[in-house]
């Protein structure tokens, strides 16, 4: 496997197939950073991930019936392979391989298993905490969130791992004077007179790149179809209740807001001080008091009808009372990052003006687009 050091031409060492893996699953894996933190690109996360999974699935496959360098026996070295290689790179001593040195073959293992794992992490967060995608109804909020950790452990893992890896094809690349960056992109590399370059696999590079492509048309297919009215996934879950008189006695001054976003005993403290509700009097009688908040009880957050009910919920100490959905802990950490600028043209509690299913109650991630008009003022104004 290891080749006299003495060179002698440059021979195609990795196929197509391999080489645009390795590129998609970098740029997939920078988008995934890049994505991670902010509720409005999560279908775009998504997406990357099932990007990510399926090009890991591919690898597999590839490395068992791809070209010679490709191929899994062509790199399988031990553990101490792979620390005498280190070792000699260390004394500048070390070999030169025509496919992948012991060092390079064990990070590509290990990114392969932790990106197959942080992608199945994902996959049973996202069912459990957004109750969406292939796992959802399976998992309940509490274990989604508790995925969700393991999700990011996995993937500060991965990322460490890729800056060894980097760090090892800088040092690689300076000291046995080959461009391991540009082998990747053009496939060339040193080898002896009698190597023989490997066969492009150009069918498979093909057949890799038009399941990619069907599949990205698949996913986003909602967003190609995209109307006025629902310009985003819209909520999988059940439909929200929404009580006729709630609506009626609330929505003259602001959102209805739906009960789901408050613990019960908020909405008791409310409606209990309704005569000072915020500098309002709300001038209720006993009779609606009481039929309003039967309704809050039985929709309130501890119910967890959607994730967000779940999170405030869960985050809410049991021994406060918040009066505003604008001051539980969930809420305020879920928009410490929305800038001055954007609450210059919205209202904290104008939800609608950044949610367009805040009418609905559900807060969708895909439904999230700053500064757009509320959905009622919208079907007004057609
Ligand atoms: C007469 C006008 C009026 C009516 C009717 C009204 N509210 Fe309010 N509500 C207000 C005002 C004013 C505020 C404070 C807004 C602010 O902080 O800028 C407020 C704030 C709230 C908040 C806190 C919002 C946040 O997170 O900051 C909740 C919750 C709320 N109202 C619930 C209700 C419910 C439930 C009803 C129906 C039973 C209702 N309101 C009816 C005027 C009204
Ligand atoms: C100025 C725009 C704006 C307003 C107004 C606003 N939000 Fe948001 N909201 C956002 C943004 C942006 C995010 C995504 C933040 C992130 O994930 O980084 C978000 C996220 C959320 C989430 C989490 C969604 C998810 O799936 O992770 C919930 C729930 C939510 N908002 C509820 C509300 C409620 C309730 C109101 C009204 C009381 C409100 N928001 C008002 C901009 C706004």
Request: hydrophobic letters at 45%.
């Amino acid at each position: 496997m290891s080749a006299p050091t003495k060179a002698v031409e440059r021979v195609v060492v990795w196929d197509l197939p391999t080489r645009i893996f390795h590129w998609l699953l970098a740029t997939a894996f920078v988008i995934e950073w890049l994505t991670q933190d902010d509720a409005r690109y999560l279908d775009f996360h998504v997406f990357f991930g099932y990007v990510i999974g399926g090009l890991i699935a591919f690898r597999v496959v590839w490395g068992f019936v791809g070209t010679r360098w490709a191929r899994f026996t062509s790199f399988a070295y031990g553990p101490f392979a792979a620390l005498r290689y280190l070792r000699d790179l260390l004394h500048r001593r070390q070999a030169h391989f025509v496919g992948h040195n012991p060092a390079g073959s064990w990070s590509i293992f290990i990114v392969l298993t932790l990106g197959a794992l942080s992608v199945l992490s994902g996959v049973a967060a996202l069912g459990g905490e957004k109750q969406q995608g292939p796992l959802q109804g399976l998992l309940t909020f509490a274990q989604g969130d508790a995925l969700r950790e393991v999700h990011s452990v996995l993937a500060w893992t991965m990322l460490a791992v890729v800056a060894v890896h980097i760090l090892g094809v800088v040092v690689g690349s300076l000291s046995d004077r080959e461009n391991l960056p540009a082998a990747m992109i053009g496939g060339r590399k040193r080898a002896p007179a009698n190597e023989q370059s490997v066969s492009l696999a150009g069918n498979a590079a093909i057949a890799l790149l038009v399941v990619l492509a069907g599949f990205a048309a698949w996913y986003f297919r909602g967003y190609l179809k995209a109307a006025r009215e629902v310009p985003y996934f819209p909520f999988a879950g059940p439909v929200l209740a929404m009580d006729a008189q709630w609506q009626h006695e609330c929505e003259s001054c602001h959102l209805a807001y739906h009960p789901s976003l408050l613990p019960a005993r908020s909405w008791q403290a409310l409606l209990a001080r309704q005569h000072d509700h915020f500098g309002e009097d709300l001038a209720l009688d006993a009779q609606v008091v009481a039929s309003l908040s039967s309704f809050a009880g039985a929709h309130s957050a501890e119910h967890a009808e959607t994730p967000a009910a779940w999170k405030i919920a869960s985050r809410t100490p049991a021994a406060s009372t918040p009066l505003q959905i604008t001051e539980t802990p969930y809420w305020k950490r879920r928009h410490a990052e929305v800038g001055d600028a954007d609450w210059q043209r919205v209202k904290k509690i104008d939800c609608g003006g950044c949610h367009l299913d805040a009418e609905q109650g559900t807060f969708e991630p895909g439904a999230i687009h700053i500064g757009k008009p509320p959905v009622n003022a919208r079907s007004n104004d057609t």
